[in-house]
């Protein structure tokens, strides 16, 4: 990131809008039109709060390496967003390279970790490095060093270490000390005077993993930025070490936004003296509150213990309730703020997809109004982590992705898009 860069970043640090945006925020009369107009289940993304979130990022680490974790949101415009807003893009495959290649993310701006890559993705990105040898490719296991030697890679390397320290809100989404990820912390220098006989090395990497929150995680995440300095300090010669991304978003409606100075702060103190930039790189930060998931409800059942509220989304849309017991904040569109208005009573609802499995709900006798046939719900925060994870089981067909502004960012799947790659299966 250049200088020039970093300026005009935290002059637009103004333009970061507030630290949290809430589903309550977002207009209910223009999701309803998208939704008549697009129909259900709907992505809907708002870009400008994606550029929003990506300066709040360049104005708290004005000083750093900012780079986007693609897999949370791969969606060309949302690329292209952060793109112009200066962040870089870090990619988890070679699919996620030629993404960020197509939004226009020049190879000085593209990072690759490869996480026991396969084969045909080695092959791919060792053939776009060739015409943008700027790439860096960042490793966690000898193995992939010797795999991009033999097909004649002597380029930009980072090494990703295995610092020890794991932080985040579910056993499944913590990194840090998972052994698949990185080389051993007391084998890293090791590792990296090794890579050095063959390739440029350029950083050290560490990422702990997803959801820095409260004060124990922070805590966490220091450990894991101090022992990351220490690293630094004794391999010498790096352009930038890089602490990862996993920057918490409230995802309860009483959660408080992540103090993202704080952090900053938390981080170079952690970091100490080095002679090397410090890189961060948010995936979910940049694009978690500028997504909401629409879905029509067309059952209503009664029960002793909860009202069932029967959607067209389900965990084939937005997996993390089912994947991670993830909390998403629900608001029904149709609805005023509920009584003293008289608009609709409330009481315990169960928000359930349509696929046949017992995980497909969005809540579980969460307090919401009660809903009635043909309501439209949107479903909080989904921006991160949503479409992406969206898969075709029960064979349904992903659902379509529109911009507040009413463009169609990813076209709604048919049935026949879900059979087409079977044999015979496309009639
Ligand atoms: C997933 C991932 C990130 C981003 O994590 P978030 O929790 O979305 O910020 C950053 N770096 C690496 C290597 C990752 O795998």
Redesign the pocket.
Known sequence: MSAEQSDDAASSAADGGPAVRRLVDWDADRLRELAADHGTPLYVTDLDRVRENCARISAAFPDADRRY?V??HTGRAVLETVRDAGLDA?C?SAGEVRRALDAGFDGSRLHY?A?NPPAPDLNAVVEWWEENPEMTI?VGARDTLDRLADRGFDGRVCV?VNPGVGAGHHEK?R?GAAPKFGVPYDRAAEVVADARDRFEVVGV?A?A???IHGEEDLDAHADLVARMGELARGVGELEYVDV????GVPYREDDEPLDLDSVADATRGALGDVDARLAV?????VVADAGVLLSEVNTVKPTPETTVAGVDAGMTDLLRPAMYDAYHAIRNLDVGGGPPDGSRETGPVTVAGPICETGDTFCDGRHLPVPERGDLLAVGNAG??GYEMAMTYNSRPRPAEVSVDGDVLRARETIRDVTRPERGGER
């Open positions: 974790a897999k949370a870090e988890a970790t996480v960042t990703r989404v990194t990497h990422h993993g997803s959801g990862g991304g996993g920057f790189e948010p995936g979910r930060y991160a982590y």
